[in-house]
């Protein structure tokens, strides 16, 4: 019997996708990567899942696990051999029970982000992972990547929001292992080892996550600024000042906001005048638990404070829900501002709080030397210290011009992260763009026990293979 044979009589010939079938699987959604599979599958539970697995394995054929395929850096595709099949995990989407004495959620690595939010405020708790592509990625690609988003700063990232797994591991067993426990300190952490790897050393089928209170009441500002420095004092004021309620600090450089407002006319930026072509903007958010009279008396004072010491040029402060969703708003319409402007070299990238307005003068300089014209866009969640900082072509530049410059430009952009004590992934995840970048920015003891732990939980080298790490040699 042929291996899609047994795949067929395992899942039925339905869940067992080739050709055209196929095809939307074997593309990233940027369209940078593109492969092909032996087949798509598309298990409708963790023992198919298992089943799937322990066929692939006996046939010595790799495993390419995919959540919603919104990755962007060539995680969930597979190479152009056609050896691999392609693990969809999107049927598995139920939320199998919500506990609000525990504050914990099980939920199946195929569900929608957005869904989990939603079943959480159904049941009166909050779940607080946010991010750009919530209503399309899944909770297993969150935490194959270990996923921040915009609410870091509070909660933590995927890692910290997750008690248990549930993980099929390379050789097709199922480790039950979906606790809802704050304490368990019974030998390795086996969950934090699988949340961050990438579908390389096994795949998540389900978890069990944390859920917060709903917080009372919320407060959202957008604050224009001078300076990125500004924003790292004021930030530093605001955590004084707020404490844990603190939720979100994003920033955003003044020509990228200016950007969306001009590519989609029905957005504006909530000032007027020389305000809003300011150099940077911030956007946070105040999560308080007594009262919106508290949330608002704190929010005034410490932002009032920084205006009257000239750290913030203008503030507007989100009167009502609608308000503070336009804010957002235009916070999660930089992609596709960015995908209007066309491609861009795009860097995730990691740096001490004290040194990122340091490190984005350097780089902006340097580039400029190297790459005269270039344009950078960038943002992000300052509050973490991760910036999405890409560059964009010169005016005089083609597209493919630009792109014909990427690995120097990585290669420029990366060494100053690096010399800024920073790391070049902090929540896109390796894949396939950066797997070659690793080992000018690890150390060899790093990634030799990195490599250890692969072979030792995929003996066989069938889980996603390609991704995060060159070989298992050496």
Not at 292 to 321: K, S, T, Y
Not at 357 to 384: C, M, R, S, W, Y
Request: aromatic share 6%; proline share 4%; net charge negative.
């Amino acid at each position: 019997m042929s291996i899609l044979s047994e795949l067929q009589a395992l899942l039925g010939a339905s869940q067992v996708l080739t050709g055209e079938e196929a095809t939307p699987y074997l593309v990233d959604w940027r369209g940078r990567y593109r492969g092909q599979a032996l087949a798509v599958v598309r298990p409708g539970s963790t023992e198919d899942v298992a089943g799937v697995v322990r066929i692939c394995a006996q046939n010595h054929v790799p495993i390419v696990p995919q959540g919603g395929n919104t990755g962007l850096c060539g995680g969930a595709t597979p190479d152009e051999a056609g050896h691999a099949v392609v693990v969809s995990l999107a049927r598995l989407n139920k939320v199998r029970a919500i506990d609000t004495d525990n504050d914990t959620m099980t939920v199946e690595a195929g569900c929608i982000l957005q869904s989990l939010q939603e079943a959480a405020r159904a049941a009166g708790r909050l779940f607080p992972l946010s991010l750009a592509a919530e209503g399309s990625c899944t909770i297993g690609g969150n935490l194959s990547t270990n996923a921040g988003g915009t609410q870091v700063l509070r909660y933590g990232n995927t890692r910290e929001l997750t008690l248990g797994l549930e993980v099929v591991t390379a050789e097709g067993e199922i480790w039950h292992g979906l606790r809802g426990l704050r304490k368990d300190n019974t030998g390795y952490d086996l969950r934090d080892l699988y949340i961050g790897s990438e579908g390389t050393l096994g795949i998540i089928t389900a978890a069990t996550m944390k859920l917060y209170p709903v917080p009372v009441a919320q407060r959202t500002a957008m604050l224009a600024l001078n300076s990125l420095e500004d924003a790292v004092t004021v930030l530093s004021r605001a955590r004084a000042g707020f404490g844990a309620s603190l939720t979100g600090f994003e920033v955003m450089a003044g020509p990228v906001l200016q950007a969306v407002v001009r590519l989609f006319p029905q957005q504006r930026l909530p000032f007027d005048g020389p305000s809003s072509q300011s150099a940077w903007f911030a956007l946070l958010e105040l999560s308080d638990s007594e009262s919106a009279e508290h949330a608002q008396e704190r929010f005034e004072a410490v932002l009032g404070q920084a205006i009257e010491d000239g750290l913030i040029l203008d503030a507007a402060i989100a009167e009502n829900i609608a308000q503070s969703k336009a804010m957002w708003h235009l916070r999660e319409s930089i992609p596709l501002a960015e995908a209007e402007l066309g491609k861009s070299i795009k860097h995730d990238v990691s740096i001490p709080i004290s040194l990122i307005a340091q490190f984005v003068q350097v780089t902006n300089a340097e580039l400029q030397v190297k790459f005269p014209g270039i344009q950078n866009i960038v943002f992000g969640h300052l509050g973490d210290g991760n910036l999405h900082y890409n560059v964009a072509r010169a005016p005089d530049q083609t597209e493919e011009q630009l792109l014909a410059q990427q690995y120097e430009v990585y290669g420029l952009v990366h060494d100053s992260v690096h010399a800024h004590g920073g790391s070049i992934s902090a929540e896109h995840g390796v894949g396939q763009l950066k797997r070659d970048e690793l080992p000018r920015y690890k150390s060899a003891l790093e990634l030799r026990l990195m490599k250890q732990i692969k072979a030792a939980l995929d003996p066989q080298n069938l889980m996603n293979p390609g991704k995060v790490l060159q070989t298992l040699q050496g």
